[in-house]
């Protein structure tokens, strides 16, 4: 079945540092959906790419859809210690109804 | 607007016995989703409500899991007899659906122990 998977599992950078997660699909998506989970919280919507090779900026949040539409990528500029949490990308499956999340990336912050 | 709610937010019970978890979505969402988080992974599909429909429950372990949507609002999860293995964060979300792009918006959860 459709996989989603992301990469590192884990990463603790020093506040300022800049952070990136990766995610890929092992099929071709129609969209793909980024969440973020603070500690002890649920996961929270941040954006959705739909076109292929697209670029959407938040702030010091970048995302970046794959030409072929199979991976994508959340860079964070300069992270400050609002930043920790779990980072999820989730790509639909049937008819963009179902959506599978990847494992996420936790992201730790050294102030 | 209101979130979407759930409860309890905690609940400890010990193996064999029921559980039961309720959600009320946002008002006007009529897709419905039960989610379980395990401890480090990512939220995984129980249960879609499409209204007060099930349209995909293909996830859901039916011998002990079992979950209703009357008319098409709030919904129930329950499990019966809860195994060891059933503890996990139960999230419930709401989608407004068939309006783009389908962003799933996630209640606090409930964090059950089985002990």
């Known amino acids: 079945g459709q996989q989603v998977m992301q990469i590192p599992q884990y990463q603790h950078v020093q506040e300022g540092e800049d952070f990136t997660t990766y995610c890929n699909s092992s099929?071709?998506?129609?969209?793909i959906q980024w969440y973020k989970q603070r500690p002890g919280g649920h996961p929270v919507f941040l954006i959705q790419?739909?076109?292929?090779?697209e670029v959407k900026k938040q702030k010091r949040l970048t995302f970046q859809f794959g030409e072929a539409k199979k991976n994508s990528s959340l860079h964070i500029t300069a992270t400050q210690t609002t930043d920790v949490g779990t980072y999820f990308c989730?790509?639909?499956?049937?008819?963009?109804?179902?959506?599978?999340f990847g494992q996420g990336t936790r992201l730790t912050i050294n102030p | 607007e209101a979130g979407v709610v759930q409860s309890p937010r905690y609940k400890i019970i010990e193996k064999k016995q029921p559980v039961a978890f309720w959600c009320n979505p946002i008002?006007?969402?009529?897709?419905l989703y039960w989610y379980r988080q395990n401890l480090g992974q990512g939220p995984e599909l129980l249960i879609r409500?499409?209204?007060?429909?099930?349209?995909?429950d293909s996830q859901l372990p039916k011998d002990r899991f079992s979950a209703e949507r009357l008319k098409g609002v709030d919904s129930t999860l329950k499990i019966q007899p809860a195994e060891l293995g059933d503890s996990a964060v139960y999230l419930c979300?709401?989608?407004?659906?068939?309006?783009?792009?389908?962003?799933?918006?996630f209640g606090p959860g409930t964090r059950l122990t089985v002990t």
């Open positions: 979300a709401s989608s407004l659906v068939p309006r783009a792009p389908y962003e799933q918006y």
């Open positions: 099929t071709t998506l129609s969209n």
């Open positions: 790419l739909v076109k292929s090779g």
């Open positions: 989730a790509g639909p499956i049937q008819g963009a109804q179902k959506l599978v």
């Open positions: 008002s006007g969402h009529n897709t």
């Open positions: 409500y499409e209204n007060e429909e099930a349209v995909d």
